[in-house]
């Protein structure tokens, strides 16, 4: 987001009506007073914001004409939600000390997500919480059954809490001689951590997100895996061909608004497109690729089964196999969702790819 075009000073005494109502306007409030009364003024002022949206839908508006509609309007939303949200600021002081009181120690936090930084700056409150719950989930990690263990996802860097997809390729069968297995795209690395524990001798993993591969790293090293996956800087694919090759892209072809979203959001399908399109060239014969995707974008209208087919069959590949599973996250059951009746027709397939 721009910088707001002006700012004033916002205290204890501040009135969360006046805030909001400036908030909107994109005028920001930068803190002066005590940070937990912060935090409060950030929840009234999103409470006011979710109060907003509910009283439009009361009022007879347009109904979406159709699903892909509904999705720019709800993205549309969130976007002006995230913006007004983020017009409470909250000042820093050289080494990430926040000089407020009350304030809680978030050196650790920032520097997680930052890197090392000595200079005085301002960062939203919405930002700052968002770092800290960042940290706190890469403390405790997340419960992964395939593994028996935990994975431990770093800011910025896509958590596998949608376990259907984990669950799929840990209980796959694998081709014939897969000693060596290609994880486009690894993340976290839970899915080259399931290759090595199910045997494959030898992953090699890529990612171009140095925070990824960062993350990766650490999470094999604990796990210890990290003589078997070998991770490397690389668009797509590494050098070479592999019995198997794994591919779990981002499953909505829309533009990100942030850099965490790139792990949902693939602009114009261009990394599903290019695994597709460079698959054959990295195969052993008789190997086999396994694309991981949800129908999402399917029953949002953002992308035909009927393209994908065509995309699989221009790149010379056939399917061999797909299996498909249910979605179990708590929002395939919220009917409040405003994309309620996407998600729970929504499907998570492992297409199994071979040269056709």
Request: charged share 25%; net charge positive.
């Amino acid at each position: 987001m721009p910088p707001p075009k002006r700012v004033v000073i916002a205290d204890d005494r501040t009135n969360a009506d006046v805030a909001y109502r400036l908030a909107c306007e994109g005028t920001a409030l930068l803190w002066r007073g005590d940070f937990q009364n912060a935090r409060q003024l950030l929840q009234a002022l999103a409470r006011r914001a979710d109060h907003k949206g509910k009283s439009a839908k009361k009022k007879p508006a347009k109904v979406p004409a159709t699903p892909t509609e509904a999705f720019h309007l709800h993205r549309q939303a969130q976007s002006q939600r995230a913006r007004t949200l983020a017009m409470l600021l909250i000042p820093f002081d050289e080494g990430y000390t926040i000089p407020l009181r009350r304030a809680p120690d978030v050196k650790l936090a920032c520097n997680e997500a930052y890197g090392r930084y000595e200079e005085p700056f301002i960062a939203s409150m919405r930002e700052l919480l968002g770092l800290i719950g960042a940290h706190e989930w890469r403390r405790t990690g997340v419960e992964i059954p395939a593994l028996g263990a935990r994975i431990h996802p770093h800011y910025g860097v896509f958590s596998p809490v949608r376990g259907e997809y984990v669950r799929m390729v840990a209980d796959a069968a694998l081709p014939k001689g897969a000693t060596l297995a290609f994880d486009i795209g690894v993340g976290t690395g839970v899915l080259s951590a399931v290759l090595a524990k199910r045997g494959v001798q030898r992953v090699i993993a890529t990612d171009q997100d140095q925070r990824a591969l960062s993350c990766a790293r650490e999470n094999l090293a604990l796990l210890g895996l990290d003589s078997q996956v070998e991770l490397q800087v690389a668009d797509l694919f590494p050098e070479g061909r592999a019995p198997l090759v794994v591919c779990n892209p981002p499953w909505v072809p829309a533009r990100p608004s942030s850099p965490i979203e790139y792990a949902v959001y693939d602009p114009d399908s261009r990394m599903l497109r290019g695994f597709l399109g460079g698959l054959s060239a990295h195969l052993t014969p008789g190997g086999e690729g396994w694309l991981i995707l949800s129908d999402l974008a399917e029953h949002l209208g953002l992308r035909p089964r009927e393209q994908l087919l065509e995309w699989i069959a221009a790149a010379a590949l056939k399917v061999v196999d797909r299996i498909d599973v249910r979605p179990i996250h708590p929002r395939a059951s919220d009917a409040s969702d405003p994309l309620h009746a996407a998600r729970a027709a929504e499907v998570t397939s492992l297409w199994k790819l071979a040269v056709a």
